[in-house]
């Protein structure tokens, strides 16, 4: 098969994948009900996380507040932030936060394109990502984000997408 | 032209190639992003990788290859797996639990994807030094295995090790760890008996 042809296969075979879809369940980490903000609304970066299966959707969208301790890029486009949470956000932290000193993580999706294989498609169609600056390390903010449980990390609670965030006194 | 100069080469070449697509495309093509599926924006980020592994590699091949054919051949190679590993990369996901090691699970991801790339990178230009360099098949095989070496690796030492230096320089160091398994398997086919060694 000449070159154009094989680049025009996998085109086509590119296109024909596409992301999955999972259901809320307004409930913390423990199974206590989940309190959310009636203002905090999702955006369209839901759409955009790779891989959707790793990820247990707890609630669509929740805010909190905390200080920033820590930011780094990943090779899959996202950025990994941790955040230590005020006290009455602590409650949506599990076990498997203590891997990250207790942290919550909250991750903004496909910051810049990835290198990782399974991400590189999903990101390259997200043509709007989460715009501006991210908080700067010891920033205390509030952020906005989809509650879920990471899989892949022994069920550690994330902010995955992070939808909105803003400094807060 | 010595074996660790092609090395030294073909990591710079990747790490080179990782930087320039993730800034240039993130500072000019991401509008272009949702057309095709993903599809145009990743061949693009695939060329663009691809000409700068290309250009960064000619530097070991001087006037041994013609500089167009070598830079053109890198260029669709790199573009079309990448558009290759990102299905086989996401096909991958959908099937391999989240709930397994993520060593394994993610390593068979990115081994495989990045064996895809290599394939495609090391077809593209064994057509361009078979000729004047006498490379055989075997080029193809080292570049796609040696691509795949790197790309698990660069995975797993980026996710599971705290270097800072590598974190902080997270694309190239992804790329230069991608170019050190290239070059390490191609540096084997190309000091082996059959092959003309660059001057």
């Known amino acids: 098969m000449s070159p154009p042809r094989l680049a025009l296969v996998a085109l086509l075979l590119l296109a024909a994948c596409g992301p999955a879809v999972q259901v809320a369940n307004p409930v913390n980490a423990s199974g206590a009900p989940l309190s959310t903000r009636s203002s905090c609304q999702p955006t369209d970066q839901d759409q955009f996380v790779y891989r959707p299966s790793r990820l247990q959707l707890i609630a669509a969208c929740v805010r909190i507040t905390g200080t920033v301790v820590s930011s780094s890029a990943e090779s899959d486009g996202d950025v990994h932030i941790n955040v230590r949470l005020d006290p009455p956000y602590e409650a949506l932290l599990t076990k498997a936060n203590l891997t990250e000193q207790g942290y919550l993580i909250v991750e903004p999706v496909c910051r810049f394109p990835p290198l990782q294989a399974e991400a590189i498609r999903v990101c390259a169609s997200d043509g709007d990502p989460i715009a501006g600056d991210l908080p700067a390390v010891g920033a205390h903010v509030f952020m906005e984000g989809r509650y879920v449980l990471d899989l892949q990390h022994g069920g550690w609670s994330e902010l995955h997408p992070l939808y909105r965030w803003g400094a807060t006194p | ?199």
């Open chain 2, 1 to 199: 032209m010595t074996a660790l100069r092609w090395l030294a080469l073909t990591i710079v070449a990747y790490a080179a190639g990782a930087s320039l697509a993730v800034a240039a495309m993130n500072a000019v093509a991401r509008p272009m992003g949702p057309l095709g599926a993903g599809g145009p924006f990743i061949f693009l980020f695939g060329a663009i990788v691809g000409v700068a592994v290309g250009a960064v590699q000619y530097l070991g091949l001087w006037r041994r290859v013609a500089l167009a054919a070598w830079l053109g051949a890198s260029a669709l190679g790199a573009a079309i797996g990448y558009v290759l590993a990102a299905v086989v990369g996401e096909q991958l996901g959908n099937v391999i639990s989240p709930t397994g090691n993520i060593v394994v699970g993610g390593g068979t991801i990115q081994d495989l994807s990045g064996l895809v790339l290599g394939l495609a990178i090391g077809v593209a230009q064994w057509r361009v030094l078979r000729g004047p360099l006498g490379v055989g098949r075997w080029w193809i095989v080292a570049t796609a295995i040696g691509v795949s070496l790197g790309y698990g690796t660069a995975a797993a030492v980026l996710e599971l090790l705290e270097v800072d230096l590598l974190k902080v320089n997270l694309i190239p160091s992804y790329g230069a760890i991608v170019g050190l398994g290239a070059g390490i398997a191609q540096v084997i086919v190309l000091w082996s008996r059959r092959s003309r060694v660059p001057a």
